[in-house]
């Protein structure tokens, strides 16, 4: 780790706040890594990274060949936003693959503590959980 921003030209933005030294013999530095972004100093310089970069990362990461996510493995819990839904209408456990798309309850839809949480109501269980829920429903063995 390094807390000056990855990017080799992120002087060359030349803010002032990159301004160092005295009058005379003055220069702009790299910025500090910023918390969030990790290890740039902003979005900017980020992509100027990856576009110098994103071949000796995918080399050093390998190659992967196509995925795919099979049918008996394609279900998930969605929650419905809009005011005008029913409560007993937002949960449904989907799967688009089989054509299926059923009304659940939150029960059947939450875990236990998303449950318990005061402003919670939009969080589902996983689609591992989803699939095991349908397989309990009978929609899948
Ligand atoms: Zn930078």
């Known amino acids: 780790m390094s807390e000056w921003c990855q ?7 030349k ?9 005379g013999a003055k220069y702009y530095q790299s910025n500090k890594a910023s918390t969030w972004l990790g290890h740039w100093c902003s979005n900017g310089c980020r992509d100027t990274w990856w576009q110098d970069n994103k071949d ?8 992967i060949d196509k995925q795919v996510l099979p049918l008996e493995d394609a279900w ?14 937002r949960y449904h456990l989907i799967n688009r693959l089989k054509g299926i798309s ?3 309850t ?14 919670g109501s939009w969080q589902t269980i996983d689609d591992t959980q989803a ?9 899948a063995s």
Not at 7 to 13: A, D, E, G, L
Not at 76 to 89: I, R
């Open 15 to 23: 803010t002032s706040g990159q301004i160092r030294g005295s009058k």
């Open 56 to 63: 000796t990362c995918i080399q050093a990461v390998g190659f």
């Open 102 to 104: 059923r009304v659940i």
């Open 106 to 119: 939150k029960q059947q839809a939450q875990t236990p503590e998303q449950q318990a949480e005061e402003y």
């Open 76 to 89: 998930y819990v969605e929650y419905k936003y809009g005011y005008n839904l029913d409560e007993s209408n």
């Open 7 to 13: 990017n080799k030209k992120c002087p060359q933005k």
């Open 131 to 139: 699939k095991e829920l349908a397989i309990t429903l009978g929609l």
